[in-house]
């Protein structure tokens, strides 16, 4: 007889997201397919770009601060020429007429957008001034003034050779990083106008290619775990990761149920014993193999900053 799930389901998918649709939008229709009322990604991607975008379900919606920060790596192409309001390929045409660089200049511009650099955010982003969207304000005709800010590139090559005046890279990036304001600085650098053409992300912190699925997959896997009867069938929820998948670079500990019952009261927590180990920063906390709570190790004690909740799992 087949199982009916009516639990929720906590954990991470990795979408391989299409071009054309929002990140909320995809969200919107994972929450839909999961039967979830607690969803979201970690890192926007623009309408126009596709590929890695990590959703978190339920009680791992509680990690999703730790994979926004982690290292992205994204494919593009920059079209050489053109500039556009949007910088790229969907905004309408503000500067043209450049040339289109050769290859040997655009290596020897690349070490300028490599390590912490100064970058001011295209005007159409989500960041916000005066407590809206400088999107909106742009989007409304508004001029809108954005400061350079640092973020951190960690390398930026050339993947191809030119043709066509588009240039195809690799990006390996911090948070915060745009690759679009990348395209217009660069070909300011190299005394042309740029936008990008094509942009998609393949990998975000532990997550990359081989881990992503499609809109389309998961609609079919759904289709065919339907005699299930359960609301969300096994076919689905075998997609989903747990949520430690999002912390693969903070130390696992284990501890005892009485050290669990202490962590869901918010109580501080000592690792007793002679081989305890003397935590200093964030570690996972875990029982029986079920993560229980992101602690911080300080002055011997280990403190709770994030619960989960998984006992209905």
């Known amino acids: 007889m087949s199982r009916k799930r009516t639990s929720p389901v906590h954990g991470w998918l990795v979408l391989d997201k299409p071009e054309g649709m929002t990140s909320t939008a995809a969200v919107g229709r994972l929450k839909r397919l999961y039967s979830s009322r607690k969803a979201g990604h ?9 590929g890695c975008l990590p959703v978190a379900f339920g009680e791992a919606t509680k990690t999703v601060p730790f994979l926004v920060d982690a290292q992205k790596t994204y494919r593009f192409s920059v079209r050489w020429g053109i500039e556009t309001e949007t910088l790229d390929r969907e905004g309408r045409v503000t500067r043209e007429g450049g040339p289109v660089p050769d290859d040997a200049a655009i290596d020897a511009a690349l070490p300028r957008f490599v390590g912490e650099i100064d970058q001011v955010p295209p005007a159409y982003s989500a960041i916000l001034v005066d407590g809206e969207r400088a999107y909106d304000l742009a989007r409304a005709g508004e001029t809108v003034e954005l400061k350079a800010r640092p973020v951190r590139t960690f390398s930026l090559e050339r993947v191809g050779p030119t043709e066509d005046a588009e240039t195809p890279f690799e990006c390996v990036c911090g948070k915060g990083t745009y690759i679009r304001a990348i395209a217009r600085d660069l070909a300011e650098v190299l005394g042309t106008q740029g936008h990008i053409s094509a942009l998609r ?17 998961l609609e079919e896997l759904r289709h065919k775990g339907a005699n299930q009867g359960g609301p969300v069938p096994d076919t689905l929820v075998n997609c989903i990761r747990g949520l430690e998948t999002a912390l693969d670079d903070i130390p696992a500990l284990a501890v005892t149920e009485a050290d669990v019952t ?5 109580q501080a927590i000592i690792l007793k014993g002679r081989d305890a180990p003397i935590v200093s920063g964030r570690c996972l906390l875990s029982c029986r193999g079920k993560p229980v709570a992101i602690g911080r190790g300080e002055a011997g004690l280990i403190k709770p900053e994030r619960v989960f909740n998984l006992s209905g799992s």
């Open 262 to 266: 202490r962590l869901r009261n918010g």
């Open 42 to 50: 970690a890192g926007t991607l623009d309408p126009l770009a596709s």
């Open 201 to 217: 992300r393949e990998a975000v912190g532990p997550f990359g290619l081989s881990d992503m699925i499609s809109l389309e997959k």
